[in-house]
């Protein structure tokens, strides 16, 4: 069954540092996704993009953000200066349409320092 | 925007016993996932159900759309089956696309 796959699964960074986070969703999905889970909480929505533009975004998701689909099969996250509170598991999602399923990666574990 | 509300918060089972994992939302869906969340991390789909009934295996799960709830049922449980079970909605008022999360309801199974 196909699968989003997420790299890396641990990243380790310095505070202050840009950070950038790759995804490949299933390839005839079409809307795409980024949540966080801080530890020990909810998991929350970032952003979701479809037809290469952001279609809605939390207010969570601040100028430190973006995303981008730099080519046809991969979807990145990149924290510009990142801060401690930014520590957190990052799950990339995606659907065929915007009524479907969300299939969701493993997630890539982020420890600011 | 929508509400979602899981109970309980925690739950702790002998294994074998059966448990029912309940979820209220605050407004109309069109969509509704049940996922495990592992020891690991991962966040296992379980159902994709806005409305009706599913069965897998020892899991199935009912949504009542129309009361706005739904409900997750473990049968059996199994030491494996311990973690965290979170309910997400994604629905008109909230934005089609965007799930939100419920708090979950974390299991613990023991032998």
């Known amino acids: 069954e196909p699968e989003v796959t997420q790299t890396p699964s641990h990243q380790v960074t310095q505070m202050g540092q840009e950070v950038i986070l790759r995804c490949v969703p299933i390839s005839n999905h079409l809307y795409f996704y980024w949540y966080r889970q801080i530890l020990g909480q909810k998991v929350e929505f970032l952003v979701s993009?479809?037809?290469?533009?952001?279609?809605?975004k939390s207010e969570i998701f601040d100028d430190q953000f973006s995303v981008e689909r730099p080519d046809g099969s991969n979807f990145t996250l990149k924290i510009r200066s990142t801060k401690l509170e930014d520590s957190a598991m990052y799950f990339c999602?995606?659907?065929?349409?915007?009524?479907?399923?969300?299939?969701f990666g493993d997630g890539t574990r982020l420890s600011i320092l | 925007g929508i509400q979602v509300e899981q109970s309980p918060p925690d739950l702790i089972l002998q294994e074998g016993a059966n448990s029912t994992l309940r979820c209220n939302f605050s407004?109309?869906?069109?969509?509704l996932q049940w996922f495990h969340q592992n020891p690991w991390g991962q966040l296992i789909n379980l159902f994709y159900?806005?409305?009706g009934t599913k069965q897998n295996g020892r899991l199935s799960a009912t949504t009542v759309a129309t009361e706005r709830y739904s409900l997750l049922y473990i049968s059996s449980s199994q030491t494996t089956d311990s973690g965290v079970y979170f309910c997400?909605?994604?629905?008109?008022?909230?934005?089609?696309?965007?799930?939100?999360f419920g708090a979950g309801t974390r299991l613990a199974v023991h032998p």
């Open positions: 993009f479809y037809n290469n533009e952001i279609s809605e």
């Open positions: 999602a995606s659907s065929v349409d915007r009524n479907q399923p969300q299939h």
């Open positions: 159900i806005p409305s």
């Open positions: 997400a909605v994604g629905g008109l008022s909230g934005g089609y696309n965007k799930l939100i």
């Open positions: 407004d109309s869906v069109n969509n």
